[in-house]
């Protein structure tokens, strides 16, 4: 089993450039996260997919939007990307269900926008 | 913002020492969750404490949780150069979401 796989690992963007990262987890899970974590904020949530076909905002959806392409995949798009958008970008999946979920993380994307 | 607080911050210790941290979070949760993440690399769960629980044990590490003060704290037994890393706590609440500290940037010095 893989876990969780992103791609890219790195990427440059020039101001304005749109750019969509991939996401996939292998443990058939039901929920699906991006988040965003920059220097001394910790973790912050983009978007969530509770279950298959369903998107929600998390607290820092602006200048994103998400695609749940089915119960494995969920990419994350920013359309025309900003400087405020550099940062690293971590996806996440758990079980659905028991409210006991641990989240399990993929290597993250490191992402700069110039 | 709705993000939790570690403290500290940062925490060097030596080798064989005890670490502990601290956890703060603002709304009421159904679990506390605790994470690390070694330098570049995703979140890797450690232990979950139920909101009806007080204490938990999972090898080298203890957790607490008290709801009355919204805080939380783990504690790493006899610490090894291996336990360099940053410590995030995560809280969920009645929703899918989960809500991330700051995190304790932990350095265990050989």
């Known amino acids: 089993n893989a876990g969780v796989t992103q791609t890219p690992k790195f990427q440059v963007l020039k101001t304005g450039q749109s750019m969509t990262l991939q996401c996939a987890q292998d443990?058939?899970?039901?929920?699906m996260y991006w988040y965003r974590q920059d220097p001394g904020m910790g973790l912050r949530l983009i978007y969530y997919?509770?279950?298959?076909?369903?998107?929600d905002k998390g607290e820092v959806p602006n200048g994103y939007n998400v695609s749940r392409l089915n119960k494995r995949e969920f990419s994350l798009r920013l359309e025309s990307a900003a400087p405020s958008q550099t940062s690293v970008y971590f996806c996440a999946s758990s079980a659905a269900g028991a409210r006991d979920n641990e989240q399990f993380f993929g290597p993250g994307t490191r992402l700069t926008v110039l | 913002s709705q993000q939790g607080e570690e403290d500290p911050q940062a925490l060097s210790i030596q080798e064989g020492e005890n670490a502990t941290m601290n956890c703060s979070y603002k709304t009421s949760i159904n679990n506390l969750q605790w994470y690390r993440q070694n330098s570049g690399r995703g979140l890797v769960h450690l232990i979950l404490?139920?909101?009806?629980?007080r204490e938990k044990h999972s090898g080298r590490l203890r957790v607490t949780l008290d709801t009355s003060k919204k805080s939380s704290s783990l504690l790493i037994t006899a610490s090894r150069a291996a336990d360099t890393a940053s410590y995030f706590c995560?809280?969920?609440?009645?929703?899918?979401?989960?809500?991330f500290g700051t995190g304790t940037r932990l350095k265990v010095l050989a």
């Open positions: 995560a809280t969920r609440g009645g929703t899918y979401k989960y809500i």
């Open positions: 443990m058939n899970h039901n929920s």
């Open positions: 997919s509770a279950s298959e076909g369903t998107t």
């Open positions: 404490i139920r909101s009806n629980e």
